[in-house]
């Protein structure tokens, strides 16, 4: 994997790439974009995270890619996405998880070169070698609580997968759920998901979904929570497998919430590693070191790289990372750490509370390693 950095100066925003690129195989690009802040308004930065963007894909190595996903991360969800522009051609997610660099916005975005993409009443689905990718992003309702509003969105996402001859429990790769509140609407998220979950035969003895819940604020303020999901078809049931890492975590259903800790997706050419969001915890299910940031990031990049390993992969590997913090003064410390451990892997350091209030720091990632198995298909 290739990553480096490209700044456009004159524009005030700079692109953190991770390059997957094969000869002859489809291409895969994480960015994070991320723009420099000059005391302006939204509308200011906006602009110049879109020429961003357009700058990007004309770039010569990434130049003829689609862009598959785009999650912006922002200051002011409810003011700012109304200025947006509507886009049709990938899946977006807006969330109010504010970039802690000083600026009001930020993006992350997923682009492939080599298959076929196209949006599929609101699903993006790029398909290449018989495999189907089914990314659908900002789900979210506006009436009831945080359990109803999740049984819903749980509901209408499995109709949706029904149209694609597939399932929650045998398709679905990795899912996320922004709550609005976290400390306080987390625990009806929770227990509606694990109540969806056990009707669609995912339970304890089955498995679980890679997910990250955490918290973050829908631009609509009647929306507790906020849904984002990846669904794969045309795979054989053992390319998929499932990350514990024993000695450093436990499962997360002897503490009452449902998803696994990792899942890995085996191609005949490559291997996806989608971590759910990790943070300092034992394998009792005890949070170490609290109170102390410092501590708490290094244990979590234990459990992390537990994980990869266990996964076939390593830090090498990541293709993008996203860091949630509770406490926005910590930022300076974690960024420092951070920029010494992963210099050139994109990364972006939001605003949002993790589901226990003596959580600090939680984390997410991607990896993607090069893989030589002749009994899958190429991705």
């Given at each position: 994997m290739n990553k480096y950095k490209v700044s456009w100066k004159d524009l005030g925003v700079e692109a953190e790439i991770a390059a997957f690129t094969p000869q002859n195989k489809v291409e895969e690009y994480h960015v994070l974009l991320h723009v420099e802040s000059k005391d302006e308004l939204f509308e200011g930065q906006l602009k110049r995270i879109y020429e961003g963007e357009e700058r990007l894909l004309q770039l010569p190595q990434i130049s003829g890619a689609n862009t598959i996903l785009k999650r912006y991360f922002l200051s002011d969800a409810t003011n700012q996405q109304p200025l947006m522009r509507q886009e049709q051609d990938c899946s977006i997610s807006v969330i109010q998880q504010p970039p802690l660099d000083g600026s009001k916005i930020a993006v992350w975005m997923y682009l492939q070169k080599g298959t076929k993409v196209a949006n599929i009443n609101g699903v993006i689905v790029a398909e290449h070698n018989g495999y189907r990718h089914l990314w659908k992003m900002g789900m979210h309702e506006h009436k009831g609580d945080s359990a109803w509003q999740t049984e819903s969105l749980l509901i209408s996402y499995e109709e949706t997968l029904q149209n694609f001859h597939a399932t929650l429990a045998d398709n679905c790769i990795r899912t996320w759920f922004f709550v609005r509140d976290v400390d306080t609407q987390y625990e009806g998220m929770v227990k509606a998901r694990k109540a969806n979950f056990a009707e669609q035969g995912l339970t304890e003895r089955t498995h679980y979904i890679s997910s990250t819940g955490i918290g973050g604020l829908p631009a609509d303020t009647r929306a507790l929570v906020q849904m984002g999901t990846y669904a794969l078809t045309g795979f054989e049931p053992k390319q998929q497998r499932y990350l514990y890492a024993p000695t450093h975590l436990d499962p997360t259903y002897e503490y009452g919430v449902t998803f696994e800790r990792g899942t890995v997706?085996?191609?005949?050419?490559?291997?996806?590693?989608?971590?759910?969001?990790?943070?300092?915890?034992?394998?009792?299910?005890?949070?170490?070191?609290?109170?102390?940031?410092?501590?708490?990031?290094?244990?979590?990049?234990?459990?992390?790289?537990?994980?990869?390993?266990?996964?076939?992969?390593?830090?090498?590997?990541?293709?993008?990372?996203?860091?949630?913090?509770?406490?926005?003064?910590?930022?300076?410390?974690?960024?420092?750490?951070?920029?010494?451990?992963?210099?050139?892997?994109?990364?972006?350091?939001?605003?949002?509370?993790?589901?226990?209030?003596?959580?600090?720091?939680?984390?997410?990632?991607?990896?993607?390693?090069?893989?030589?198995?002749?009994?899958?298909?190429?991705?």
């Open positions: 997706m085996e191609y005949g050419d490559r291997a996806h590693v989608f971590l759910s969001g990790t943070a300092s915890i034992n394998n009792k299910g005890e949070v170490l070191h609290i109170g102390n940031i410092v501590k708490q990031t290094e244990r979590m990049w234990e459990n992390v790289g537990v994980l990869l390993e266990e996964g076939g992969t390593s830090f090498d590997n990541v293709a993008q990372i996203i860091v949630y913090l509770r406490d926005l003064c910590d930022y300076s410390t974690v960024k420092a750490m951070f920029d010494k451990k992963f210099p050139d892997t994109p990364k972006i350091i939001t605003l949002a509370p993790v589901c226990r209030p003596t959580w600090l720091i939680e984390m997410e990632c991607i990896a993607v390693k090069e893989r030589r198995n002749a009994a899958y298909r190429d991705f």
